[in-house]
């Protein structure tokens, strides 16, 4: 019965994308915005999610933990930080994401279940 948490929506990352795609005369110069830079951009606004709902979760008495599960043929970067992080233990690089990063962030709200960030399968 508890609400999850709204984050803050990145605003400044928004009028980003639409000043440059309506400040170039040229759209095929600009297409790709459309592309990569929206899916990591909404890949970051549910990552801000699971951030946000961690720590409220965490307030409330639960024992929230995020999992980070590394894409296959990832970098070294995301390797690094793959793994499993016990509330308030979470360093905020689990959080961030670089460029074709298709890696997934997993909550863990108490032992026993989990919630998938992409899918919103409970498990």
């Not at 948490?5 to 759209?27: M, T």
């Not at 308030?88 to 298709?102: A, K, L, M, S």
């Not at 997934?104 to 409970?122: I, L, M």
């Amino acid at each position: 019965s508890v609400k999850a948490v709204k984050p803050k929506l990145n605003k400044s990352r928004i009028d980003g994308l639409v000043n440059r795609l309506a400040e170039e005369p040229d759209f095929d110069k600009v297409s790709w915005l459309l592309g990569e830079p929206i899916v990591n951009f909404h890949q970051s606004i549910v990552d801000d999610a699971v951030k946000a709902n961690v720590a409220f979760h965490a307030e409330l008495g639960l024992e929230p933990s995020v999992h980070r599960v590394a894409s296959p043929g990832c970098c070294e970067w995301c390797n690094a930080i793959a793994g499993t992080y016990r509330y308030p233990r979470v360093p905020d690089e689990i959080y961030q994401r670089h460029e074709r990063c298709r890696c997934t962030v997993e909550y863990y709200p108490e032992k026993g279940t989990r919630q998938n960030v992409w899918t919103k399968e409970w498990s």
